[in-house]
């Protein structure tokens, strides 16, 4: 249904690349609940304006902006919070309909709703009956 993300690929990049101020990855919760899969991820201090979320053939990709730029008068004590551009891809199986996907940002979390495919939902088969002639 979903594929996980994996945070060593993004942390070898990281000590590669000797980057300290971008995220190792986006918090994400994910459940199916009825006939629909919800996607929940935190990207807190985003506006909605710099959030972006595409969907390629089976793979839904969300990336964010934050940026803060001290002024020079002020003398910075803390620089923890990762600044840039940051994304996540998550890999979508063929029993959901990107197509009907839907999206919502409030209080720097994204919900996202995937409905399943309809080939991917239970149905009744019926029996088929044939008289045993004896």
């Known amino acids: ?13 990281q000590a590669m690349t000797g980057t300290r101020r971008s995220p190792v990855s986006m918090p994400m ?38 940026s803060w730029e001290p002024s020079e008068s002020m003398q910075v004590l803390a620089g923890e919070r990762a600044q840039g551009t940051f994304s996540r891809s998550i890999s979508l199986g063929d029993n959901l309909d990107a197509e009907g996907l839907e999206a919502s940002y409030e209080d720097g979390v994204l919900h996202v709703t995937i409905p399943m495919a309809e080939q991917a939902k239970p149905r009744k088969v019926e029996i088929g009956r044939k008289s045993i002639a004896g």
């Open 1 to 13: 249904m979903l594929m996980r993300f994996d945070p060593f690929q993004e942390l070898t990049r």
């Open 29 to 66: 919760d994910a459940y199916r609940e009825g006939d629909a899969v919800h996607i929940w991820i935190d990207i807190p201090g985003v506006n909605g304006d710099d959030l972006d979320l595409t969907v390629e053939k089976n793979a839904l990709t969300v990336t964010a902006n934050r």
